[in-house]
């Protein structure tokens, strides 16, 4: 009987060994080159631009906004008090102060048009956004946007009356653009910065829709979009307080590309590495770390259900963008008519606004611009050699001076969302991994000597 208690334990423990054995095999496969790759952390400039981020400020900002009564985009273009007139004027005066200590590196741009009659505009109206331009030392004609939209409505679209404070919706968004502008305005980026406030949103993306237009026919180089849209509250409907999260809403698939494209990303399982879907990952790497004190929590969709946002505009052109909201919302504080109804507050209300957590915010999108604007631009015409069956991969693209320190392939297993090893490969333009590219996906990002590293770009078949 012990002869048998004794095979029956070894046996049990063999079984254990095997099972663990079996586990930690599938955990590293397949094995291939490189190093796991460790987030970009902030240099001591990009820390200290992130510890200058003030919530009083943000506060102010917010507050300020709110005075204008409304700010509706069917309002007042002229009255110097009440309506989105002055609130544009405001914002330009205030962003032109910003940009002073820039030495006019940092310039202020109203930007109008005539909106002619569409849905959710019934007469001909002037839509302006206001931005600051920090020009980038290097490759001014690389850039990267960050927005808000000062804009406001109720619960009727088309009231354009009464007050509409519209503190998180989107003051709070705004509120980051520009503080952002503040911090950054002393310093020189290598690409160019520009720090947004759209209107026309509520009623239909109208300003974000001109400036992506505009920037696309300008032949500007956007490598980047960041939309923060309700990003005030930290405490959802339920009483559920998450100050330390803030969803980043990523779009799969572009709609911009062709069929053959879609045929082409389809075919090769690359649904899940977009340009889009690259920034997200970059945002995820370079943004949570313990001088932003936050967790951005990627979510694979372009926003929430039945929504949209000003990042929309920027995709439709082509550019990669993601959308930054808060993690829980108060829809009882999101598009309501101030009013209390048995007991409870309606209205989007600066009382409901978490200044602290909307600077934390910010500083998720200073990690994520700074660290943008200084690596290299993403890697282009970047392709990976299907000529031939082979068990290794060959990947080629095209060389780019600013990337001084060379380039690095990162790789990761089909089913993971984040690139988990990285191939230092020089300073070259082509290179040979002993990694089939059957059961990975790749990438190739730039590398500067200043340690910060592009975006990754994802290789199609060439």
Known sequence: MRIFIGLYAFCLLAMRVQSQSFVQSVDVWPPGPGQVLVNQVPDAELTEILNQIDPNRIKAIIAKLGTFGTRHTLSSQTDPVRGIGAARDWIAAEMKTLAAPSKGRMTVTVQSYTQQPASGIPNATVISNVFATLTGSQEPNRAYVISGHYDSRVTDIMNFTDDAPGADDDASGVAVSMELARVMATHQ??????????????????????????????????????????VGSSKGDDGTVDPFDIRMFVQGMPKTI?????????????????????????????????????????????????????????LSQGFPAVRFTEPHE???????????????????????????????????????????????????????????????????????????????????????????????????????????????????RAVGKNGFKSPAAFPLPG
């Not at 009623?203 to 956007?222: E, H, I, P, R, Y």
Request: hydrophobic residues 40%.
């Open 189 to 230: 980026p290598k690409a160019t910065i520009i720090f947004a406030a759209v209107a026309g949103e509520e009623q239909g993306l109208f300003g974000s829709n001109f400036m992506a237009t505009q920037l696309k026919a300008a032949g500007v180089d956007v490598q980047g979009m960041l939309d923060n849209d309700i």
């Open 258 to 314: 062709t069929a053959s494209q879609t045929s082409t990303l389809e075919t090769i399982g690359g649904e899940n590495d977009a340009p889009a879907r690259q920034l997200g990952r970059f945002v995820a790497e370079v943004a949570q770390n313990s001088v932003t004190q936050m967790n951005v929590r990627t979510i694979y969709r372009p926003d929430r259900f039945l929504r949209g946002g000003d990042h929309l505009s920027f």
């Open 330 to 444: 108060n829809f009882a504080h999101q598009h309501q008519n101030t009013r209390i109804v048995n007991g409870t507050q309606f209205g989007d209300l600066i009382e409901f606004v978490d200044f602290d957590f909307t600077a934390r915010v910010a500083k998720v999108n200073g990690a994520a611009l700074w660290s943008l604007a200084q690596a290299p631009g993403t890697p282009k015409n970047t392709v990976i050699d299907t000529s031939v069956l082979t068990n290794n991969s060959t990947l080629k693209w095209t060389a780019d001076p600013h990337a001084d320190a060379g380039y690095e392939v990162v790789w990761r297993q089909s089913d993971e969302n984040l690139w988990s090893r990285v191939v230092p490969v020089g300073q070259v333009s082509t290179a040979n991994l002993k990694l089939s590219k059957d059961n990975v996906q790749m990438g190739v």
